[in-house]
């Protein structure tokens, strides 16, 4: 297992200010109130470190290989699947416990990668996937186009794109991150045969959500 780059900031600094905070006033002589009064955001940085350490987890997973079929973009809770005009949409919830990191759910190369400003309502607003702040991946695959759109939340508030235009893709390669709770959500032509429900769990890269011939 390795950890995501973007993670460092959140867990390299609270961990030295928690530990500051904790032993500064030991080795400075500041007496016993002062070291109370410190050791309590000192333990609490500390384990907003060590969190970080966990959400932030890139865990070594093997990809499933199966011809036409459509990997998961993400870990988390599938909340729905609607169809609208031409396509089909996978909506799933990403929790701070689960691992972040999202993935190409079919092999072929980026067309786009636009980001869009916007709110940061909660993963289940209806209005959250129109309005809050995204990234928008579209891809050009032999099975047609698909688009994962990376989420921000509540908590999450910056959606971290891997990929750009031009690149290629195959299925289960890393695409993205999104930082703490959020939603992703994949597009896929109207064909696609969807073998997820809501409620399901699945895992990015791993888990079979459909099918596209």
Request: hydrophobic letters at 50%; one cysteine or more.
């Given at each position: ?6 993670g ?11 530990l500051?905070?904790?032993l500064?006033p030991?080795?400075?002589g ?32 093997r ?14 809770t ?7 005009d ?30 869009k ?45 891997w ?9 289960g ?18 064909k ?22």
């Open positions: 297992m390795t950890i995501a780059k973007e460092f900031p959140f867990i390299f600094i609270p961990f030295i200010a928690g500051a905070f904790i500064v030991c080795l400075a500041l007496g016993v109130l002062a070291v109370y009064i410190c050791l309590g955001p000192g333990i609490l940085l500390v384990i907003f470190s060590l969190f970080c350490l966990f959400f932030f987890r890139d865990p070594k997973i990809i499933t290989e199966a011809p036409g079929a459509i990997l998961s973009p993400c870990n988390g599938v909340m729905e699947i609607v169809e609208k031409d396509e089909k949409i996978l909506r799933v919830f990403l929790s701070i416990f689960n691992v972040h990191l999202q993935r190409a759910p079919l092999s072929g190369t980026v067309r786009s990668v636009e980001h400003d916007g709110k940061f309502l909660a993963a289940w607003n209806p209005l959250a996937q129109s309005e809050n702040k995204q990234n928008i991946i579209t891809v050009d695959s032999e099975k047609g186009v698909f688009t994962v759109r990376q989420i921000a939340g509540f908590l999450a508030r910056r959606c971290v794109s990929v750009k235009a031009g690149d290629a893709v195959r299925a390669d890393k695409i993205g991150l999104i930082k703490f709770s959020s939603q992703v959500d994949l597009h896929l032509p109207k696609a045969v969807i073998s997820v429900r809501p409620e399901d769990k699945v895992r990015a890269g791993i888990t079979i959500v459909g099918e596209l011939k």
